[in-house]
């Protein structure tokens, strides 16, 4: 099971640095999610990463930045996955060919269905968010047992992720584990990120 992390939709202090320690610390994925800033403050922030790092950064916006940065690749948000369905191939293209692709789903039926070919797959809500109060879990866990398995994507939970809610994610079959509140929210950002990866450990 692989922790991906999420950057907080606003700025936070030190983030850059922030993040380089957590890629030292074995981060292996990290998504730009910034709904709200421009091109410009994604572009400085990744200009702040160690270059070592950028082929592990995911990006959710300005998709165009993924060729030149040279990085992993992108994600579509469930919004621009569907109201963009015809273009999704020419959105792809922006993050050249063979690169990371992933999106988001919140329905099971809707991917179970789905039949594009993604690196993988967030699920959302899991459980109640922490980064989005009142923003709650929308599957019961015996439903995402029996689901799962038959699901051909690698799934990814996103939604109230903690290091505590590890082990539970596993056991139901989930590829990896998607963090954004835990580790943002808290007052050592770096220290419960490395709390999420010594649970795997």
């Keep these: 099971m692989q922790i991906i992390l999420v950057t907080n939709p606003f700025g936070v202090v030190d983030e850059a640095e922030l993040i380089n320690s957590m890629f030292a610390h074995g981060l292996k994925t990290l998504h730009i999610r910034k709904p709200f ?9 990744i200009k702040q990463i160690d270059p070592n790092y950028r082929d592990r950064i995911v990006l959710h916006s300005n998709f165009h930045l993924c060729l030149l940065y040279r990085l992993k690749g992108i994600h579509l948000p469930e919004k621009v996955r569907i109201s963009n369905w015809a273009l999704t191939p020419k959105l792809v293209s ?13 329905s099971l039926p809707t991917l179970t269905n789905c039949k594009q070919g993604y690196s993988y797959v967030f699920l959302s809500p899991i459980y109640d968010s922490i980064s989005k109060p009142g923003y709650t879990g929308q599957f ?7 689901a799962l398995p038959s699901v051909s994507q690698k799934v990814v939970a996103l939604g109230g992720v903690t290091a505590e809610r590890l082990p539970q994610l596993q056991s139901l079959g989930f590829h990896g584990a998607a963090v954004l509140g835990s580790v943002w929210r808290s007052e050592d ?5 490395l709390k999420l990866q010594n649970k795997l450990s």
């Design 37 to 45: 800033s421009p091109a410009r403050e994604i572009k400085l922030l």
């Design 94 to 106: 922006l993050s050249g060919r063979s690169r990371h692709t992933s999106t988001t789903f919140h």
């Design 140 to 146: 019961s866990l015996p439903e995402l047992k029996e």
């Design 189 to 193: 950002p770096l220290a419960s990120y």
